[in-house]
């Protein structure tokens, strides 16, 4: 310093002593410069974050041996040398529970045991490798963290992996581990399974003891778990699923829900096709059935009416799907609200922005109707139950919107947010099981369906989904070298012209063919009423009256104001001596035409018919 007393601004320069300083000044902030820019740089070239050890996936690492393996001649452990990881709200025995928060786990003490899932595990030869990145107390749909990072997404870097079990999807899909375990509660397991393109399962509701894993909403946790392999995903479930325990069954009904693949922008050369195609090689399988879920939840859970919110311009089907979704996230609230209200009022933890205002909105929540969400959430799982019985797959999209990109400035709206739930709040709220089963990619993005079972029938369910996994894809394979129409739905084009050749067929009175015209486009396009409609008129023709009703009962779940369908299904009933019924549709026709000469001359026939 003394170097410096004497000099002032406007000297010619300053002290031969200063100047050393000067340079080696210029020299440090050079290099610190010349090493920012080049980590900014590499950054920038990746496209993800610096920290890329083990794609950002674990809290902390550390390795849990298995039981010894018995000796021969006994068989080894089923799970011999499978590694799996847990994400960061199972206990195990010597380390805190971090709950995706700092806070959290500084205000809470060890564990005195392990969780009882991940003890099975180790007793049957699998070994736990370490804790994973998790979305904070199991709130959020991206998967990222405020205090450990988004875990990379092995699949496209770019795109986030979904949350909240974010680090034990990424660490199956970067291969780090054979499986995962992690918790769903509206979507936890099920988001980044289609995001990170992989095998996810959500078992039936209270299937799989939860002592030692923290509760977010004890009606809505499962714990599920991740896997590349279908195999592995089957192996790891007939461990955990020991006291459900059934006989295979050789006879499986698939139900597509053609409402629900209306909300998803992925061509149906991709998803419906290659679904019906791999349903038809698989042995013991009834034909692919088509229905609206959204119509039949509406009529069979009559509690649901409290929770839909009013809009003329919401279609029905979606009223309905978001009604369940504000039902299945009010009862979270709720709980989550009981469970853990005092812990912070008391710490007042550092949260991040998104997961702080779910966890605001759910200490801050009142709820007088709480009666009417456990009586809805019996009503459906009672309902789909009855649908599905033990040998029913209801079939959805996981999600409708394609994973989000990293680091976006775009929030995530209320709206794409309730959207994003509407789909996984069927199986949520009810507690029936789901698969999340990836289908190829679709402009890059991973695309998904996913399986849903009757409560209980998870083992059913495994057992399907290894049995045509081969064929499912096989017909992945040749779905991703087909060219779609130039169309904006997907294959619009195509079944129009099926439809025309229908049309030619059946007025040269050639009513097989019109028959298989009209199959054929429905393939392509099954939510147009019309190709319903068309093919029962063929099917009155050659007599097939059952085939003709069940046609037009679809037209008018797809077009309420369809005459010719209530025409055709009033003809068909007619034929086969079910006169009341007939009347009915008659009666509905006059209604939406009263001049209907034809719906006339029926209900006057009818009538006197049945006097």
Known sequence: MELWKNWRPGRSSPPNGAKVWIVLGITVAGVLILAEATRRRRRMSRGVPRRVEFFGAFVERFELAPSPQPPP???????????????????????????????????????????????????????????????????????????????????????????????????????????????????????????????????????????????????????????????????????????????????????????????????????????????????????????????????????????????????????????????????????????????????????????????????????????????????????????????????????????FKRDSRKKITPDIEDLLHALLSIAGISGCCQITVPLGKHESYPISISYIAAHGADKFLLDTVLNMYSSLQEQITIASNLVPTPDTNGDMDASELLKEKGNAAYKGRQWNKAVSFYSEAIKLNNANAIYYCNRAAAYLKLACFQQAEADCSQALLLDKKNVKAYLRRGTAREMLLCYKEALEDFKHALVLEPQNKDAVDAEKRLRKLMA
């Open 73 to 403: 001649p006994a068989a080894r452990h089923p799970l011999a040398d499978l590694k799996f990881a847990v994400s960061d709200n199972f206990e195990i025995k010597g380390y805190v529970a971090g709950y995706g928060n700092p806070d959290w786990k500084r205000t809470h003490e060890p564990a005195s045991q392990t969780a009882a899932v991940v003890s099975a595990l180790l007793e049957r030869g699998a070994t736990c490798v370490g804790r994973t990145v998790m979305d904070e107390f199991a709130f959020g749909v991206t998967g990222d963290n405020l205090h450990y990072g988004t875990p990379i997404n092995p699949e496209l870097p770019s795109l986030v992996p979904g949350g909240s079990s974010s680090g034990s999807a990424v660490a199956v899909a970067a291969e780090l581990v054979d499986f995962a375990l992690g918790t769903d509660t509206i979507g936890g397991m099920r988001i980044p399974a289609s995001f990170c393109g992989i095998f996810g399962f959500k078992p039936s509701h209270g299937t799989i003891s939860s002592i030692g894993v923290l509760t977010n909403s004890q009606s809505l946790d499962t714990i599920g778990w991740f896997a590349r392999d279908p195999s592995i995903l089957h192996r790891v479930g007939h461990i955990l699923l020991q006291a459900s325990a059934t006989g295979p069954k050789w006879t499986r009904r698939f139900i597509l829900a053609d409402d629900c693949f209306q909300l998803l922008r992925v061509p149906k050369h991709k998803t419906v096709q290659v679904l019906g195609k791999a349903v038809e090689n698989l042995s013991g399988c009834q034909p692919l059935k088509h229905m609206n879920i959204s119509q039949y939840i509406a009529t069979n859970v009559l509690s649901l009416k409290e929770f839909v919110k009013p809009s003329t311009k919401m279609q029905q089907g979606k009223s309905t799907l978001r009604a369940i979704s504000s039902a299945m996230v009010l009862l979270q609230r709720y709980e989550f609200k009981t469970n853990h209200e005092d812990w912070f009022n008391t710490t007042k933890p550092r949260i991040g922005i998104d997961i702080s205002s779910q966890v605001l909105a759910a200490v801050n929540s009142t709820q007088d109707n709480i009666k009417s969400l456990y009586k809805m959430r019996l009503e459906l799982r009672s309902a789909l139950n009855k649908l599905l019985k033990d040998d029913g797959i209801l079939i959805i999209p996981t999600v409708t919107e394609f994973p």
